[in-house]
Every structure is written in structure tokens, then in C-alpha cells.
């Protein structure tokens, strides 16, 4: 069965520091987002994205988040300057199709610590 | 605005009893939902969605309910497995069209006892 996998599985990191959390969606999906969950909370949208672009971002994404997807197989998500409460579980989602026709398949998550 | 949210953040039920978890939704417009199931250090597998048009889906031991006048979702599932101990999560799609982000709802924890 397709899946999405994510890398590292846990990242600790000092404050102030870049980090680059990697995903590979399943192939033929077209739709990719990041979401996140702060321990014990909700699973929080960040950005989707499509065709290359961003197509969405929440209050979350702000200037220190981008995401790439350099390669046509990769989707990452980049925090430049990672601050304590950055620290959550990260998940890279992927969709076939917009609306209502399919799910969004999640990957395994990435834990990040900010130290 | 966008919320989704769940009347019971804790479930406890015995082995073979049937659970019922619950969600509100606000947002009118949505038109797609999902039911998420989360174990722990995982994440969120797709249990079964519904679209607006409909009120009720069945799946293999889930039954998805859906209450457009209330704005009322609520997941089912029969005769509850200790394998089903987990975060149940709800999710919509707030719009038609666009690219199509999930709103989580709170979560609601299922404890399976035997």
C-alpha cells in the first residue's frame, strides 16, 4: 500500500537554528500539505501546496517556514531560526484530488525539539 | 468562523460494546469530512469521510453519521476491539473549491477496557 514517509522520525535542534523536515508523498498524488501538533493538541493546518506553489498558509506559516519540493519526489518544510515553541509533531499529508474524491494520507510525522 | 470541535475529550468503553463519538462543525459551507483515527506517536489514518450529500456511510464496522441541520457528525463503531484504542480526530473541509486544507477538531480519546 502507498504511503507518505517522512525523515528524520525525531529532530532535536537548538533554538536559532535552520531545520529541514523532508517528506515523500505517494507518487501520483498532486496536493501536498504540512500540518502540525503541539503535544496533547489538535492537528493544526500550516500550508498546502500544488502546482509548485503555495496555494494556502495559515497564521502559523509565517516568514520563518517555506516549503520546497526541489525534485518533483521530495516535499520539505524549512524553519529558518527554529524558536522552543516550534517543538511539535510535524506531518506531511498528500492528496490525489481536490475535493471530497479521496483522503489525505499522512505520514508518520516528524517530532522536532527545540532545545 | 472555522471550528470543528468534540463534545467528549475522553471515552471509556468495554470490549464488544459499541462507542459513539461525537463532533460539532460550524461552518456551513463545509462539504467533506473525515473521521481520523491516531494511535499514539503516529499519524492520523483515514477511517472513513463522508461527503454533504449524504447522512449516513458504512464502513467495515464504522458507521459515519452526518447532521447538516445541527451540524452534527458522530463516528460509530461496533463492538469496540482493544485495537481501537486511540485519539479519534474529526475533520472537515471548510469551503468548496480551493485546495482543500483539513480543520481538525480536539480530539476524542477511546479507552477500550476488556
Known amino acids: 500500500e502507498p504511503e507518505v514517509t517522512q525523515t528524520p522520525s525525531h529532530q532535536v535542534t537548538q533554538m536559532g537554528q535552520e531545520v529541514i523536515l523532508r517528506c515523500v508523498p505517494i507518487?501520483?498524488?498532486?496536493?501536498f500539505y504540512w500540518y502540525r501538533q503541539i503535544l496533547g493538541q489538535k492537528v493544526e493546518f500550516l500550508v498546502s501546496?500544488?502546482?509548485?506553489?503555495?496555494?494556502?498558509k495559515s497564521e502559523i506559516f509565517d516568514d520563518q517556514f517555506s516549503v520546497e519540493r526541489p525534485d518533483g519526489s521530495n516535499f520539505t518544510l524549512k524553519i529558518r531560526s527554529t524558536k522552543l515553541e516550534d517543538s511539535a509533531m510535524y506531518f506531511c499529508?498528500?492528496?490525489?484530488?481536490?475535493?471530497?474524491?479521496?483522503?489525505?494520507?499522512f505520514g508518520q510525522g516528524t517530532r522536532l525539539t527545540v532545545v | 468562523g472555522e471550528s470543528v470541535g468534540l463534545h467528549l475529550p475522553t471515552l471509556s468503553v468495554q470490549e464488544g460494546d459499541n462507542s459513539i463519538i461525537n463532533c460539532a462543525y460550524s461552518n456551513s459551507a463545509s462539504d467533506y469530512f473525515i473521521w481520523y483515527k491516531q494511535e499514539s506517536g503516529k499519524g492520523p489514518q483515514f477511517i472513513i469521510d463522508?461527503?454533504?450529500?449524504?447522512d449516513k456511510r458504512q464502513g467495515q464496522r464504522v458507521t459515519v453519521l452526518l447532521n447538516k441541520t445541527v451540524k452534527h457528525l458522530s463516528l460509530q463503531i461496533a463492538a469496540t476491539q482493544p485495537g481501537d484504542s486511540a485519539v479519534y480526530f474529526c475533520a472537515e473541509n471548510p469551503y468548496s473549491g480551493g485546495y482543500n486544507k483539513l480543520i481538525f477538531g480536539a480530539g476524542t480519546r477511546l479507552a477500550v477496557h476488556p
Open positions: 507518487s501520483n498524488h498532486l496536493y
Open positions: 463522508i461527503r454533504s450529500n449524504m
Open positions: 501546496f500544488y502546482n509548485n506553489e503555495i496555494s494556502e
Open positions: 499529508a498528500s492528496r490525489s484530488s481536490r475535493q471530497g474524491q479521496g483522503e489525505a494520507f
